[in-house]
């Protein structure tokens, strides 16, 4: 049986200040994508979006997961009968707040949380995620998460795919002038790890959007611009198998090569991180003030 995958990516504008707004639009805009594509079996959105701002500290907001707005989104999955991730959230636990990402099952169940392995230091003060995560649709694909900056770190990507995943989805929240370095960087993870990659950013007030979908070989299957968008697109995961079977355009097998080659992936800077040299040079994790302390 042919493995195919109806997906929605929904590139939204939030409203900083009222994620009852922003709720409705999801709630809204979900249900118009699953009435006039209802072929579509998961549906997600982009970093943060339904989270609130605070007044004085951007975190004051952040609350334990199960919660109140938890319990409402289970609802737009079942109710809509779609795999469904809502962006992602600041999760309080203990003295800890994460960045942390739902999967909704069609039943309205979570079937996974990830927490952002790499926070966006030092701009963004939250706490590091320690796990990776994927989550199986029976009879069709393995899905790993991502969120936003860890599309800058492919030992994220590499492990995802090692653990089976066919797709990545990336919700981001990015308006700063290294979006065009991620528009090269997410087609470039699905070049080496032979997966498709899906990104879905969120418009805010500073900018945003430039949503991009890449598959397996790094083709660009959809690269929106930065108005609200509803991203539809049929994938097939058959072609992930052939791809990884075969090689990127039938003449590159990346795993069967990192399979048989005899480091077997022992690379000193995994093994003997802490000794490299490029470390020695770098300057604590700091928002610079002057452009004369980069020097530092």
Same mark, same amino acid.
């Given at each position: 049986?042919?493995?195919?995958?109806?997906?929605?990516?929904?590139?939204?504008?939030?409203?900083?200040?009222?994620?009852?707004?922003?709720?409705?639009?999801?709630?809204?805009?979900?249900?118009?994508?699953?009435?006039?594509?209802?072929?579509?079996?998961?549906?997600?959105?982009?970093?943060?979006?339904?989270?609130?701002?605070?007044?004085?500290?951007?975190?004051?907001?952040?609350?334990?997961?199960?919660?109140?707005?938890?319990?409402?989104?289970?609802?737009?999955?079942?109710?809509?009968?779609?795999?469904?991730?809502?962006?992602?959230?600041?999760?309080?636990?203990?003295?800890?707040?994460?960045?942390?990402?739902?999967?909704?099952?069609?039943?309205?169940?979570?079937?996974?949380?990830?927490?952002?392995?790499?926070?966006?230091?030092?701009?963004?003060?939250?706490?590091?995620?320690?796990?990776?995560?994927?989550?199986?649709?029976?009879?069709?694909?393995?899905?790993?998460?991502?969120?936003?900056?860890?599309?800058?770190?492919?030992?994220?990507?590499? @492990?995802?795919?090692?653990?089976?995943?066919?797709?990545?989805?990336?919700?981001?929240? @990015?308006?700063?002038?290294?979006?065009?370095?991620?528009?090269?960087? @997410?087609?470039?993870?699905?070049?080496?790890?032979?997966?498709?990659?899906?990104?879905?950013?969120?418009?805010?007030?500073?900018?945003?959007?430039?949503?991009?979908?890449?598959?397996?070989?790094?083709?660009?299957?959809?690269?929106?611009?930065?108005?609200?968008? !509803?991203? @539809?697109?049929?994938?097939?995961?058959?072609?992930?198998?052939?791809?990884?079977?075969?090689?990127?355009?039938?003449?590159?097998?990346?795993?069967?090569?990192?399979?048989?080659?005899?480091?077997?992936?022992?690379?000193?800077?995994?093994?003997?991180?802490?000794?490299?040299?490029?470390?020695?040079?770098?300057?604590?994790?700091?928002?610079?003030?002057? !452009?004369?302390?980069?020097?530092?």
């Amino acid at each position: 049986m042919e493995r195919r995958l109806g997906v929605a990516g929904l590139q939204l504008e939030k409203d900083p200040f009222d994620s009852d707004i922003n709720f409705k639009k999801l709630e809204y805009i979900t249900r118009k994508v699953k009435s006039t594509f209802p072929w579509v079996d998961l549906v997600f959105t982009g970093e943060l979006y339904l989270q609130q701002y605070g007044s004085s500290d951007w975190k004051e907001f952040a609350q334990p997961i199960p919660n109140d707005m938890t319990d409402r989104l289970s609802e737009i999955a079942r109710d809509n009968e779609c795999w469904f991730v809502p962006g992602s959230f600041l999760e309080k636990e203990s003295d800890k707040i994460f960045n942390t990402a739902l999967v909704y099952d069609p039943n309205g169940d979570i079937v996974a949380k990830y927490r952002k392995l790499y926070p966006w230091m030092p701009f963004e003060d939250t706490s590091y995620g320690t796990s990776f995560v994927t989550f199986d649709i029976p009879g069709v694909t393995r899905i790993g998460i991502v969120i936003c900056y860890d599309l800058w770190f492919p030992e994220v990507f590499r @492990t995802l795919a090692w653990m089976g995943a066919e797709v990545i989805l990336q919700p981001s929240a @990015t308006y700063t002038p290294d979006r065009a370095a991620e528009l090269v960087l @997410t087609p470039a993870q699905a070049i080496m790890h032979q997966c498709y990659v899906l990104n879905s950013n969120v418009i805010s007030a500073m900018g945003g959007g430039l949503s991009i979908f890449a598959d397996p070989e790094g083709r660009i299957l959809q690269q929106v611009g930065t108005h609200e968008e !509803i991203m @539809t697109e049929v994938i097939d995961l058959d072609r992930v198998d052939w791809i990884r079977q075969n090689g990127s355009f039938g003449i590159t097998p990346v795993w069967k090569s990192l399979r048989d080659s005899p480091l077997r992936m022992k690379y000193p800077v995994y093994e003997r991180f802490e000794e490299g040299a490029i470390l020695k040079k770098l300057g604590e994790m700091k928002v610079q003030k002057s !452009i004369r302390e980069w020097t530092d």
